[in-house]
């Protein structure tokens, strides 16, 4: 059996460590392989990145032996103290093979599972979905073609249009992960967003975070403010509100056609970790203690008040 890495929440979460936390993930987290061949500017896996290999985005990732691992993601998905397993696959000349094992054994012990990485093709797509894959995540990233062209290398509009294809091949089984702060305008980004939304794709939404070692070390994560605007605006866009109620002037969301949108996102949703459900990806963007971009659990009132007064254009 091989070796599988373990966020350190998911290591905790399923009891193969002690762990003080505010908050557990409610998916498991196992990242396989490690130094990517591709070099995503912002990536700690990326190949030029002087990161220590035991790092994905800020958190840390425990080695253990698959047949540990699954040993204790079976009793722990029974106790539903975890919801699914997602693969956070690195890419290697051998991926799509060590994927395929991973997600065999995985599928065979009862978990559902996520497989959040690199495919080249549909045909690919269906090939984990044959082996019983509840979903798939093919990141985009990057808001516009410029910007990846400039931070991940390569094509957008490729990119784009695959993860488009397999939306239309795998009708709500596909997800995409949108990063903010990586020099697009909110508008940019909410444009990405509504276009995803109207394809039944699923997005999780990302703060940039800096981390030392990575080519993007240097700069800053998003302002908080716009952050809150651009979920606010996918909050109301999930409650069937028209996209056209968002309002953007000089690049910025500038404000909501919407009476009483306390009222409206008074259940916090807004505000909490966005993409596959039951993912809370806890302190994957943010150190405890710190405004939570995204919330890894349910917000306080206080929590939500303060939210809505960091979006800037909501009253509360
Ligand atoms: S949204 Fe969460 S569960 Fe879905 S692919 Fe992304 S990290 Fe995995």
């Not at 808001?143 to 993860?163: H, M, N, V």
């Not at 039944?200 to 993007?216: R, S």
């Not at 939570?292 to 939500?304: C, D, F, V």
């Amino acid at each position: 059996m091989s070796s599988w890495k373990l966020s350190i929440g998911t290591a905790g979460a399923i009891g193969i460590r002690k762990l003080k936390t505010d908050a557990l993930p409610t998916t498991a987290y196992i990242m396989l392989g490690e130094k990517c061949t591709r070099n995503c500017a912002f990536c700690a896996q990326a190949h030029t990145s002087t990161a220590a290999a035991k790092f994905l985005s800020r958190v840390a990732w425990q080695d253990t032996s698959e047949d540990v691992s699954i040993e204790h993601l079976v009793k722990a998905y029974k106790l539903g103290k975890i919801k699914r397993a997602c693969l956070q696959v690195v890419n290697r000349p051998d991926s799509l093979e060590t994927v395929k094992t991973a997600v065999q054994d995985l599928v065979a012990a009862g978990l559902p599972v996520v497989v959040s990485g690199y495919i080249t093709s549909v045909k690919e797509a269906k090939g984990l979905f044959d082996l019983g894959v509840d979903r798939i995540g093919l990141a985009m990233d990057v808001a516009t073609p410029d910007l990846f062209a400039e931070i991940k290398g390569g094509s957008w509009q490729k990119r784009w249009e695959l993860l488009c294809s397999c939306a239309v091949a795998f009708p709500g089984k596909m997800t995409t992960h949108l990063i903010v702060g990586l020099g697009e305008t909110e508008a940019e980004m909410w444009n990405i967003i509504k276009e995803c939304y109207a394809r039944d794709i699923t997005v999780g939404l990302f703060a940039f975070t800096p981390l030392p070692g990575t080519a993007m070390a240097d700069r800053p994560q998003p302002k908080i403010g716009s952050y809150r605007r651009l979920q606010i605006a996918f909050g109301l866009l999930k409650r069937a509100f028209s996209p056209d109620v968002v309002v953007c002037s000089g690049g910025e969301i500038v404000s909501f056609k919407v009476k009483n949108i306390g009222e409206v996102l008074a259940d916090g949703d807004a505000f909490r970790t966005s993409g596959c459900h039951q993912c809370n990806r806890p302190f994957y963007n943010e150190r405890p203690g710190q405004i939570l971009y995204n919330y890894p659990r349910a917000l306080s009132p206080e929590e939500l008040r303060q939210a809505f007064v960091e979006s800037e254009v909501v009253t509360w």
